[in-house]
Structure formats: C-alpha cells, structure tokens
Nanobody, 128 residues
Framework: QVQLVESGGGLVQAGGSLRLSCAAS????????MGWFRQAPGKEREFVAA????????RVADSVKDRFSISRDNAKNTLYLQMNSLKPEDTAHYYC?????????????????????RGKGTLVTVSS
C-alpha cells in the first residue's frame, strides 16, 4: 500500500502561484511513477502532469504546460506541482496518484481511477 496526502491548496487570486505537495508513505515512493489530476466542478477528472520514478521524464497537459511544472524529491517521499499564472479555470480539486508500471505517457492517457493509488485531493480556488 502507498498512502498519498495532498496539501498546499487554497484560495489565490488570478495570476498568483501555488505549490501543491503530495506526501507518500508506505511502500518505496521511488519505485512509482506519479501523476497529478484535477476535477473541476461539474467536469470529469483530467490529467495534469506526470513524472517518472527517477524524475528524468515528465509530461504536462497542453492546457497548463506553460504554467505548471511537476517535480519530486525521493529523499523526502514528496511529489510537487508548481502552478504559476493561475486562472479561474484552474479551480478544481487536485489529486496525486501513483502507478508502479505505467510510463508518464501512459499516465497522460489514463483515468485517475486506473492508477494504483490515489490521494483524497486538495482544493484550489482561483478568484478573478
């Protein structure tokens, strides 16, 4: 089992920045490829970003690639999502997820529910 707990969400004005964190415990964090997903009110959950177990490969959704970046610190068992130039349409619950074998390119096409483990999410609200 891998337990994932997101933090760092909150209320921010448009144009602002937030950094989300996802703390992992349980099985070796460094064995897992990781992803961030989000679900806006009334919409389906969508892929945001993914990173390989080593951090050497990343994939970011086209809708946010100029503003968001994903990183990880395996020594701290933590995944990050840096979000800059936030827009009201970025308002959503953000979830981290772990998958043992899917590459970042596969994760980009997966439904979050198909990932091996998922956190409960953190809410990001961007005001205009």
């Amino acid at each position: 089992q891998v337990q994932l707990v997101e933090s760092g969400g909150g209320l921010v004005q448009a144009g602002g920045s937030l950094r989300l964190s996802c703390a992992a415990s349980g099985r070796a964090f460094s064995n897992y490829n990781m992803g961030w997903f989000r679900q806006a009110p009334g919409k389906e959950r969508e892929f945001v970003a993914a990173i390989s177990w080593s951090g050497g490969s990343t994939r970011v959704a086209d809708s946010v690639k100029d503003r968001f970046s994903i990183s990880r610190d395996n020594a701290k068992n933590t995944l990050y999502l840096q979000m800059n130039s936030l827009k009201p349409e970025d308002t959503a619950h953000y979830y981290c997820a772990a998958d043992r074998y899917s590459t970042v390119h596969i994760i980009a096409t997966m439904r979050a529910e198909r990932m091996d483990y998922r956190g409960k999410g953190t809410l990001v609200t961007v005001s205009s």
